[in-house]
């Protein structure tokens, strides 16, 4: 995926104090606009690389529409009607004004448009995700930094075994035993899809993520429904972003703990508490919120097969169902989006970066 | 009259796969409030000592002593807690590079007031007068702007000003320097040890002046230890450097350049075995 620079290197040094102020805020509004423009060039890759994808494809659009049964004149019409007679360049214009008035094209296996779809399918991607990440963080972040912390130590060992069976174990079989064990021996959480049968359709559709939809219409009801139902594929997609994100964690506080102001701040007599979060992992905040957003991006694209599991009406299904329907408007759609995503969130962390590390104003 | 500091044979050991290596075998010395310098090259166990005092050898490395006492305090493998009640509040250090050895991401003067409130236990306001009050008294001239400045925005003298600053606001009666002007231009370099001199006489603190610059020993130190291989081969007055006994200390001096004496190729030190485990050469004065 697009990569903007996250290790942009740190500023020059101390200026005379009366031209500071305005030379840093210079610095800032050049850098805000490169930020903007390095966000519009990527975006116009994107659309390169996914029109040279839908041009490529041994699929040929018109036979799609207009059916193996056509005449050839049906066929020169729906031909003409696409545009594709037009030069390339010319094609491509036409798609990115599509594109940026939101519009995909209408998916063949739906029926409906596909930015329709997107927004049907999206927010239940995302709900998870956001969920499936909250959980790896919370949980993986303080567990990194204690393994680094007491490194070698009894915690150390449980970080190390939990994380090597995040990295290897196939996440259907997990999902399998958990929907078995949580759901069908343990009646625990709720089985497939998003909500139970009875709640289905009950609450105003506003955001598209259930759990927000039901707090704001102030449904308990359908909230702790929907909550049981998403818990087990969170938990799950939690664990792999724990594993990563607690792994990548360990080894950035380690490379701080060693570093000559950890000595410093031992000098002063600090706590070993204070030592550790008020030092050392201050200093860690921007490489691990690269991470988090990483991960977070692949929690996005690639939670399939955890959709598949638990019958999760979500982006994953949608474009792995619309690829084996050589459904290009849709696949394509959703790659726009997927990629769309992970700028965004690079652009994001790439703003948290400069607010949170006093070099890189 | 007991030494402010009383070290009598301190080794400090770390396991390895063949056995455990000692990085510091027997060293003894008192501090009285004067300014002693540590020389040696380096892997000679000054920087290590300097640790051993202050409780820093990390585990697996281990500490040993005959006696380690503060005030005639035995302050040898205190437990943690106690320990951290001791550092920074009575024993502190300076490290060799300030672009290192200061935080980031922490304004300098956040990190003066983090010890100070710590130590004093006073408020915001008293440890932020307080900040400002050593900034000027390690002549920095516009304290308020290197308050709130990042490490990487002021120079290296300055960030080490700052640093023995921190170091002195919580009023410590001991400073350890690890080769506090290693990292620093010549230029900088006197006038920091200049500041550092005066504060520390001001307080009648116990200085220990841990270098591999024998000159800059000798004009900066009352009394010098020479240090090879984890052992004290010499101890004398800075002022009879020049009258060492030591073969190993006549060998340091004669690998410096002189003006006064110059030569056509500077004579290259050779080590003898026989150095690491031979008695030092003059025996410690009769009070000890």
């Not at chain 2, 005639?72 to 024993?91: D, H, T, V």
């Amino acid at each position: 995926m697009t990569n903007t620079d996250l290790s942009a290197a740190p500023g020059p040094g101390a200026s005379p104090p009366s031209s500071r102020r305005g030379a840093r805020l210079g610095r800032r509004m050049r850098s805000l606009g490169g930020l903007l423009l390095s966000l519009a060039l990527t975006l116009l890759g994107l659309l390169l690389v996914t029109f040279i994808i839908g041009r490529v494809m041994p699929i040929d659009p018109v036979l799609k529409v207009v059916g193996e049964r056509a005449t050839q004149a049906q066929y020169e019409a729906a031909r003409l009607a696409m545009g594709l007679d037009k030069p390339l360049w010319q094609q491509f214009l036409v798609y990115m004004g599509e594109v940026l008035r939101g519009d995909f094209g209408r998916s063949i296996s739906t029926g409906h448009p596909v930015a329709q779809d997107l927004r049907r399918v999206f927010p239940a991607t995302f709900e998870l995700a956001a969920l499936g990440t909250l959980i790896g963080v919370c949980v993986g972040v303080p567990l990194g930094v204690v393994a680094a912390a007491r490194r070698g130590g009894w915690i150390d060992q449980i970080a190390r075994v939990v994380a090597l069976v995040g990295y290897s174990m196939p996440i259907f079989w997990l999902g399998l035993m958990g929907l078995l064990l949580f759901y069908g021996i343990l009646g625990w959480v709720g089985g497939p899809g998003r909500q139970g049968i009875v709640y289905d359709g009950m609450v105003p559709e506003m955001t598209g993520m259930i759990l927000v939809d039901s707090l704001l219409a102030g449904d308990w009801g359908a909230f702790r429904d929907a909550f049981s139902h998403i818990i087990l594929p969170a938990s799950l997609l939690g664990y792999f972003s724990l594993a990563y994100v607690s792994r990548m964690t360990r080894s950035f506080m380690l490379e701080q703990l060693s570093a000559e102001y950890i000595t410093t701040a031992r000098v002063k007599g600090l706590s070993e508490r204070r030592v550790v979060w008020a030092h050392a992992f201050r200093n860690i905040l921007v490489p691990l919120i690269t991470v988090i957003a990483l991960s977070f991006g692949s929690l996005l694209e690639g939670s399939v097969l955890t959709e598949i599991v638990f019958s999760w009406p979500g982006l994953g299904q949608y474009i792995t169902k619309a690829l084996l329907a050589a459904d290009m408007n849709a696949v394509l759609g959703g790659t726009v989006l997927i990629g769309t995503c992970f700028v965004a969130l690079n652009i994001l962390s790439d703003v948290l970066y400069r607010t949170l590390d006093p070099r890189a104003k | 009259m007991t030494p402010l500091l009383s070290v009598r044979d301190l080794r400090v050991s770390f396991p390895t796969r063949s056995g455990s290596f000692q990085a510091v075998r027997g060293v003894s010395f008192d501090l009285g409030r004067e300014r002693l310098g540590v020389v040696g090259e380096s892997g000679s166990g000054k920087s290590m000592t300097g640790r051993a005092i202050l409780g820093l050898v990390r585990p697996p490395g281990k500490v040993t002593a005959e006696r380690l006492e503060l005030d005639g305090e035995s302050i040898l493998n205190l437990p943690e807690r106690r320990m951290r009640k001791l550092r920074g509040a009575r024993i502190s250090m300076v490290m060799q590079d300030p672009k290192f050895s200061l935080n980031p991401v922490m304004t300098i003067g956040r990190q003066i007031m983090e010890s100070y409130r710590l130590h004093s236990g006073q408020g915001g306001q008293a440890a932020r007068d307080k900040a400002l009050d050593m900034l000027r008294a390690v002549q920095i001239r516009d304290p308020e702007r290197v308050f709130d400045a990042y490490p990487h925005e002021i120079s290296g003298g300055m960030g080490q000003r700052a640093m023995i600053a921190m170091m002195l606001a919580p009023d410590p009666e001991i400073l350890i320097a690890d080769e506090p002007t290693s990292a620093l231009d010549v230029s900088v370099r006197n006038e920091v040890l200049r500041i550092m001199d005066k504060l520390v006489r001001d307080r009648g603190m116990g200085l220990i002046f841990i270098s591999h610059d024998l000159n800059l020993v000798g004009q900066f130190c009352d009394r010098v230890l020479i240090m090879y291989a984890g052992r004290v081969v010499e101890e004398l007055p800075a002022h009879d450097l020049h009258a060492a006994r030591h073969p190993y200390t006549q060998g340091l001096l004669n690998s410096l350049p002189r003006l006064d004496q110059p030569v056509e190729r500077l004579s290259t030190l050779q080590r003898q075995d026989s150095w690491r485990d031979a008695d030092i050469a003059t025996p410690l004065p009769g009070g000890l």
